[in-house]
């Protein structure tokens, strides 16, 4: 299994600034993953980060308005930029293997103001 | 793309009921995971199951994966059984979740 740390646990931000959320992972994994949920909502994939390129988008999401990184087999960012109140989720932070179980960060709570 | 669908969105439980959630998915897929999300939003992995039947304690999971769909089976029932559960399959790389079973556990 892998363990997950994310920062910040939850965030109030204003209107049109940005925050940057980091994903921690205790052992090198193949795969890095970013996620939202909305209020009340499932869980939504915004991008694989891809370690050393450029990330991989799922439609409806843009590298202007989330751009990831990932520099190494351990760690991301996701960067939520010019935030808007309908920005207010929670981002989940996901790693695993090739075709293995998933596991998750405890996720941060984005409340934009 | 896959279609992941749970049943009941909603279920109220008087503690120490037993209850099933329901998971089905409109393609094959790689593998199938149940978490159940607490009040905190955390997600906590509770089965790993492609296929076959798993049991941890009073939960117990079977996939049949020739029939697209799995099962969540929760027994005596407590109150920190409540939440969000969540089953998710994996399609090609790409983790898809449902829309999620919320439980709430009566005392």
């Known amino acids: 299994s892998a363990v997950i740390s994310q920062k910040p646990s939850r965030d109030i931000c204003q209107r049109g600034t940005s925050l940057t959320i980091q994903c921690q992972v205790d052992?090198?994994?193949?795969?890095m993953f970013w996620y939202r949920q909305q209020p009340g909502q499932s869980l939504t994939l915004i991008a694989t980060?891809?370690?050393?390129?450029?990330?991989?988008?799922e439609s409806g999401f843009v590298i202007d308005k989330f751009p990831i990184s990932r520099p190494n087999l351990t760690f991301s960012t996701l960067t939520v930029s010019n935030m808007s109140p309908e920005d207010s989720s929670i981002y989940l932070c996901?790693?695993?293997?090739?075709?293995?179980?998933?596991?998750f960060g405890q996720g941060t709570r984005l409340t934009v103001v | 793309g896959i279609q992941v669908e749970q049943s009941p969105p909603d279920l109220i439980l008087q503690e120490g009921a037993n209850s099933t959630l329901r998971c089905n998915f409109s393609?094959?897929?790689?593998?199938l995971q149940w978490f159940h999300q607490n009040p905190w939003g955390q997600l906590i992995n509770l089965f790993y199951?492609?296929?076959g039947t798993k049991q941890n304690g009073r939960l117990s999971a079977t996939t049949v994966a020739t029939e697209r769909y799995s099962l969540l089976y929760i027994s005596s029932s407590q109150t920190t059984d409540s939440g969000v559960y969540f089953c998710?399959?994996?399609?090609?790389?790409?983790?898809?979740f449902g829309a999620g079973t919320i439980l709430r556990v009566k005392s």
């Open positions: 996901s790693a695993r293997q090739t075709n293995t179980e998933a596991f």
């Open positions: 199951i492609p296929s």
């Open positions: 998710a399959v994996l399609y090609g790389n790409k983790l898809v």
């Open positions: 052992s090198q994994v193949t795969m």
């Open positions: 393609d094959s897929v790689n593998n």
């Open positions: 980060a891809n370690q050393g390129s450029e990330a991989t988008y």
